[in-house]
């Protein structure tokens, strides 16, 4: 079975902060994890993923994510945070390569940043 | 990215109505579609998976008979929400994906009101 958890329901930051959006998950094999974002009304985006090699992995807008096996973890992170950023944040993960390519998706993340 | 477009963008209908939503991917052959439902500042909840041209694989609890979802083409998926009840109200998002491709493409969604 696989499962993602993402622990903070609302995470408050001020423009031009660093920003980290936190995930954790739970496969029986490898995992494919991936980070997506989603405006009001509107669907998901991708913004970037982590199949294999490098841990640090780099997505669109700036935002990129380090995969930590010891840990299980893949938290989302941006150095400086824009206001347009506000968003809500969903981590999911797939275990390689298996289960038919369906994602299990943690509850999301509300991402305020204030200017 | 891959591109997925859902029609319609929102839609009201009368209890006991049904509503057909199609989903379709525009620059890709989505092999896999996956249907899901959001209620407000909530996470997805996947209502099923359908692989093109074969059944659809409902998630628990939810009932086929009344979201009955067609898969005909590597392009097209459709969900049906058959005598439609205002507790159907929601936000309906499909996504697609393909055997070489890891992540998910997004539809931009369907709000669907029922009166």
């Known amino acids: 079975a696989q499962s993602v958890a993402q622990p903070e329901d609302q995470v408050n930051v001020a423009e031009g902060n660093p920003l980290t959006v936190k995930c954790t998950y739970s496969v029986s094999g490898n995992p494919y994890l991936f980070w997506y974002v989603q405006y009001p009304n509107r669907g998901l985006q991708f913004l970037l993923k982590y199949i294999t090699g490098d841990n640090l992995v780099k997505g669109s807008y700036g935002f990129e994510a380090e995969f930590n096996k010891s840990q299980t973890s893949f938290h989302l992170k941006k150095p400086s945070a824009l206001v347009s950023d506000s968003a809500l944040y969903f981590c999911?993960?797939?275990?390689?390569?298996?289960?038919?390519?369906?994602?299990?998706f943690g509850d999301g993340t509300t991402l305020t940043v204030k200017p | 990215g891959a591109v997925v477009s859902q029609h319609p963008s929102w839609v009201i209908c009368k209890s006991g109505t049904s509503v057909k939503i199609e989903c379709r991917s525009l620059d890709f052959q989505a092999t896999t579609m996956f249907w899901y439902r959001q209620f407000p500042k909530q996470s997805l909840m996947l209502m099923a998976t359908?692989?093109?041209?074969?059944?659809?694989?409902?998630e628990q609890g939810v009932e086929k008979d009344k979201f009955l979802i067609n898969h005909a083409s590597l392009t097209l998926s459709t969900l049906t929400v058959t005598s439609a009840h205002p507790e159907d109200s929601s936000f309906y998002i499909c996504s697609g994906t393909s055997g070489i491709i890891h992540e998910q493409f997004f539809g931009p969604g369907t709000r669907l009101t029922v009166l």
């Open positions: 359908s692989n093109e041209g074969s059944k659809a694989t409902y």
């Open positions: 999911a993960v797939r275990e390689s390569p298996g289960n038919a390519g369906k994602s299990t």
